[in-house]
């Protein structure tokens, strides 16, 4: 079974399924997490992130990269875990690997265990394996998605993991979609990775009309490949598309023991109210589940799922989240409005709404953000004391609020530049932030 995982162990890369589709596809890119993995021995590194977001994608083309380096083949091992029962079944695969490499004389190798959270009780494997030093010399890469992230199985390998990593694997984000779309666009732009630089986004302002159209094209697509490269084909997401991704998230919720009808009715309440913060108590009250404790579970299993970000309330002057407060909850990519609007049979939110969600999605990749609220409102806060107002509208005002340790906020508008008090349109914004 192994050797069918390993094609290039015969001299034949080119026959892997997944790189072929690569290949050949239109539209095609180099995930950026890929420089992020470590490959020094011993490194136990986890991939993880939503379903279909390109993760073993990723692996093939590291897999390519080290085979064009001249690694032995040998010495490069990928395994599709979903195949495999439990953990048992994962050490006697491993163990023949360990017999084949003896066999050549190699002392280290890449090994690859794709989908690992599939295996009943996995990580029993790799731990047994890591304190036996059967790893010693090599470098794991281990990806997941949800189950892996929710059940903190990742945590259970404290001081067992070398030089490894954690990466996550989001969906592309405006700047990458228009990396991938526009490559010339892409290359005029600033880059901009501190909001506190955002006025640098202003050099930006000559390419305004293009990245308002690719503005237009994420709002359809969000960052999911296959959503990417139907909009960019065809200007539309496909039924099929909808129907694969739909298929991935139910999945997950009956994989994870969770009820699809609670799920429905907390995303159709979302979908309803967002960005208007919401209390767990009413919430409950709302759609019938019985207790905040209830909706909190469920929340948070769909923030892990990376389906939902959260942004609690921040006190201005300490910057510090009250989490008795209502929260605001927003979904993680533009993709997931129309992907859960059908599902839940409901109107899909205004633009405004889903710019907001999109703002406040990015910034969570990289800050701790929250919101503040009062006679007034700042839609995002960064707990670095930077606040964000979207206001997606025609000849809005720049924002000149500064309450307690929020010490600038950048209003993202529709279409107006300003640079005292900072004003840059949205997508601009998104185009130079590189997260």
Request: glycine share 6%; hydrophobic share 40%; aromatic share 14%.
């Amino acid at each position: 079974m192994i050797e069918h995982f390993n094609p290039w162990w015969r001299g034949r890369f080119e026959d892997d399924e997944d790189y072929r589709k690569w290949k050949e596809s239109e539209i095609k890119w180099i995930p950026k997490e890929i420089s992020e993995i470590s490959l020094d021995s011993f490194s136990l590194n986890f991939l993880f992130g939503p379903r279909q977001v390109g993760k073993t994608t990723l692996l093939k083309l590291l897999i390519k990269k080290l085979l064009d380096e001249e690694v032995d083949p040998m010495a490069v091992f990928y395994l599709r875990c979903d195949y495999i029962e439990d953990y048992k079944e994962l050490i006697n695969v491993l163990d023949e690997y360990f017999e084949m490499r003896e066999v050549e004389g190699i002392e280290s190798s890449y090994i690859f265990l794709d989908e690992i959270t599939f295996p009943r009780e996995w990580f029993r494997a790799i731990k047994l394996y890591v304190d036996m030093g059967k790893f010693r010399n090599d470098v794991l890469v281990l990806t997941g998605s949800v189950s892996m992230y929710l059940k903190g199985e990742v945590e259970t390998f404290p001081g067992r993991r070398g030089k490894g990593r954690d990466i996550i694997m989001y969906p592309l984000s405006f700047r990458e979609f228009v990396r991938v779309a526009s490559p010339e666009v892409y290359k005029n732009i600033p880059r901009v990775s501190d909001p506190f630089e955002a006025d640098e986004c202003i050099d930006a302002k000559p390419w305004t009309n293009e990245l308002r159209i690719l503005f237009s094209l994420y709002l359809k697509s969000g960052g999911f490949p296959r959503a990417v490269k139907d909009v960019l084909k065809s200007g539309r997401v496909s039924e099929e598309t909808y129907e694969t991704y739909l298929a991935w998230v139910r999945g997950d919720i009956l994989r994870l023991g969770k009820s699809e009808w609670v799920v429905k009715r907390i995303i159709k309440a979302i979908l309803e109210k967002a960005p208007s913060p919401l209390g767990w108590n009413t919430l409950a009250k709302e759609i019938d589940v019985g207790s905040h404790k209830t909706v909190f579970r469920y929340i948070e299993f769909l923030e892990k799922a990376f389906i939902v970000k959260v942004l609690p309330y921040l006190d201005p002057n300490t910057l510090e989240p009250n989490y008795k407060k209502e929260k605001k909850v927003h979904l993680t990519d533009p993709f997931l409005y129309h992907l859960f609007s059908k599902w839940c049979l409901v109107e899909e939110p205004g633009i405004d709404k889903i710019v907001e969600g999109v703002v406040a999605s990015h910034l969570a990749r990289r800050y701790e953000v929250g919101y503040w609220r009062n006679s007034s409102e700042i839609d995002i806060v960064t707990r670095e004391g930077v606040g964000f107002e979207v206001k997606w509208r025609k000849n809005p005002g720049a924002s000149k609020a500064h309450v307690g340790k929020i010490r600038e906020v950048i209003t993202l508008s529709k279409e107006g530049f300003s640079r005292d008090p900072l004003m840059i349109p949205a997508y601009v914004f998104l185009a130079c932030f590189d997260v």
